[in-house]
């Protein structure tokens, strides 16, 4: 199925809520709700839908994936838009929360068993990202392996700097040159801290 897009929420609060109503409903052979759900990065719907058929009590849970552009102010006025899928196609995008992982009942389709694998590989990742210790300003900052840089340098030890344009992010100072540089992606790489003296 390709993009749908339209031009209100029609009275939902945000995308989730709006796919959340999408997948939840009620018909004569069949019941179908949104167990749970997750926006990931306002890009990526995640959500574990229960299917319950009327006439056998059969229960199955399983995960829609939905690409999701949401743009509050498009000029053309269509604000939300979202692509659905299911596991069974294998989806590209694999950054499911563990908690929607856990509520899905067993299948046998290949597809989703090894997007199943690869959600639960990337939230294992995460887990051990948000572990590691994050760089403070006056930390020195030692990477197992050299960096390169467009200045034609390679350098593996800076000094934490506080960014006085964004909190959110650090400079580096490299040690033996002084120069100040930006590294993406920090928490990806190995490295170890040491405290200032």
């Not at 006025?77 to 950054?95: A, C, Q």
């Not at 948000?130 to 340098?153: A, C, E, H, M, Y």
């Not at 800076?158 to 033996?176: G, K």
């Amino acid at each position: 199925m390709g993009w749908l897009y339209m031009q209100s929420l029609k009275g939902h609060s945000g995308p989730r809520q709006y796919l959340d109503a999408q997948f939840t409903f009620s018909q004569p052979d069949m019941t179908s709700r949104v167990l749970r759900s997750a926006l990931v990065g306002m890009r990526v719907y995640y959500a574990a839908i229960e299917h319950i058929r009327h006439e056998t009590g059969q229960r199955t849970v399983f995960a829609a994936v939905c690409l999701v552009r949401y743009n509050p102010r498009d000029r053309e006025g269509y604000i939300f838009g979202y692509k659905d899928m299911d596991e069974t196609v294998g989806p590209n995008e694999s950054d499911c929360p563990q908690a929607i992982l856990d509520l899905l009942t067993p299948t046998e389709y290949p597809y989703a068993l090894a997007w199943r694998a690869r959600c639960r590989e990337n939230a294992a990742a995460r887990r051990t990202l948000s572990s590691k210790p994050s760089p403070r300003p006056g930390q020195t900052i030692v990477f197992d392996q050299p960096l390169s840089f467009s200045d034609g340098r390679s350098l593996d030890r800076f000094e934490v700097v506080a960014n006085p344009r964004s909190h959110r992010t650090m400079l580096f100072r490299a040690t033996d040159t002084g120069g100040l540089y930006r590294i993406t992606n920090v928490k990806k790489r190995a490295y170890r801290l040491v405290d200032p003296d």
